[in-house]
Structure formats: C-alpha cells, structure tokens
C-alpha cells in the first residue's frame, strides 16, 4: 500500500469533523454532509476534477487539504 496521498483514496468525512475541513469547503457543503459534489462545487468542472482526487464525484475535507498543501509548497 503506498502512502501517496495522491494515490490513496481518501476516506468520506462526517459532517463532525467538517471543522477540519478549509473554510471553502465548508462553505460549498449546502447540504452539510462533509463533502462537495459538482452540483454544490461553484467553479468550473476542471477546477472540480483537480480537486476530486480519487474521481468519486465529491470533494472531502482530505482532498480539500491535500490540494491546499500542495498549493503552498509551490
């Protein structure tokens, strides 16, 4: 098992611990599940696809973090 973030599915968040999740995704999440799907997600579908990482069609607070991460180390 390799853990790459980037090759890991991450695991659905509950609406919980939504409070780890970044402040824009929370704010996305209308239905307050703990995930963005792309009926919620306001930006363009490619935006959209480069931040569902494992292609499940949501956003969770780990795929939000991850792309987050990644954007700082740049």
Known sequence: QSEDLF???P???A???AGEAPLWLTRMDRNED???TRREFPGPPEKFQ???LNGDGEIVAA???A???A???K
């Open 34 to 36: 703990g995930a963005v």
């Open 71 to 73: 954007a700082s180390e």
């Open 63 to 65: 795929e939000a973090n």
């Open 15 to 17: 609406p919980q611990s």
């Open 7 to 9: 090759r890991r599915a």
């Open 67 to 69: 792309s987050e991460n």
């Open 50 to 52: 480069q931040l569902d």
């Open 11 to 13: 695991e659905r968040v």
